[in-house]
């Protein structure tokens, strides 16, 4: 499954940004949609997951209480919600889907976030 | 949560040389029931997102080159790249998906010499 990202944003420290994340073909593969992010010449941080079926969530710790994840299975998107944004909240966020045992299979291709005041 | 200890953090290879990437992990990813190391392999070119190489610890995602080839078990696992290719320059992560969260290991930086 190709996975299609929306574009860069620019915003404000405490502000709160969405990105979306759309599988092409209609569909994506297995159960699980995941976040992951990375912050410049960082490594990668899982974020969270959303069940794309049932809507079901998980995140991690550093996230919580800042986090939202959703879907639309209409149009076979889903989205990311991060509030109350900081300068280090500037990372290029990854959607990403889950083969069936757990490994992630395709990456989509990044949405940069950007706050700065 | 899991945390994986890749090193070195960068190496620089020849052409046609060998490349070693180690990955070690706070806890065994070995599932006992169905024999299976739940770690991956990802190499990130530059300007690139992640891609997938190796899952099950060893099983080449389709379309890898065999140059690729991954080993070890339980808390311990290498990545090796036989014959390091101008294209092998980048930076390559392991992964677990044994328990949620899922977790990375920091990188290993992969140049020519």
């Known amino acids: 499954v190709q996975l299609m990202q929306s574009g860069a944003q620019v915003t404000k420290p405490g502000a709160s940004v969405k990105v979306s994340c759309k599988a092409s073909?209609?569909?994506?593969?297995?159960?699980?949609v995941h976040w992951v992010r990375q912050a410049p010449a960082q490594g990668l941080e899982w974020m969270g997951r959303?069940?794309?079926?049932?809507?079901?969530?998980n995140f991690a710790q550093t996230f919580h209480g800042r986090v939202t994840m959703t879907r639309d299975t209409s149009t076979t998107t889903v989205y990311l919600d991060l509030n109350s944004l900081r300068p280090d909240d500037t990372a290029i966020y990854y959607c990403?889907?889950?083969?069936?045992?757990?490994?992630?299979?395709?990456w989509g291709p990044g949405t940069l976030v950007t706050v700065s005041s | 949560d899991i945390v994986l200890t890749q090193s070195p953090a960068s190496l620089a290879v020849s052409l046609g040389e060998r490349a070693t990437i180690n990955c070690k992990s706070s806890?065994?990813?070995?599932?006992?029931?169905?024999?299976?190391?739940?770690l991956a392999w990802y190499q990130q070119s530059p300007g690139q997102p992640p891609k997938l190489l190796l899952y099950?610890?060893?099983t080449r995602e389709s379309g890898v080159p065999d140059r690729f080839t991954g080993s070890g078990s339980g808390t311990d696992f290498t990545l090796t790249i036989s014959s390091l290719q101008p294209e092998d320059v980048a930076v390559y992560y392991c992964?677990?998906?044994?328990?949620?969260?899922?977790?990375f290991g920091q990188g290993t930086k992969v140049e020519i010499k």
């Open positions: 806890q065994s990813v070995f599932f006992t029931s169905n024999n299976k190391n739940y």
């Open positions: 992964q677990q998906y044994y328990e949620t969260p899922p977790t």
């Open positions: 959303i069940n794309h079926r049932g809507g079901g969530t």
């Open positions: 099950w610890a060893s």
């Open positions: 990403v889907t889950e083969a069936q045992w757990g490994w992630f299979d395709s």
């Open positions: 073909g209609d569909t994506f593969s297995g159960y699980y």
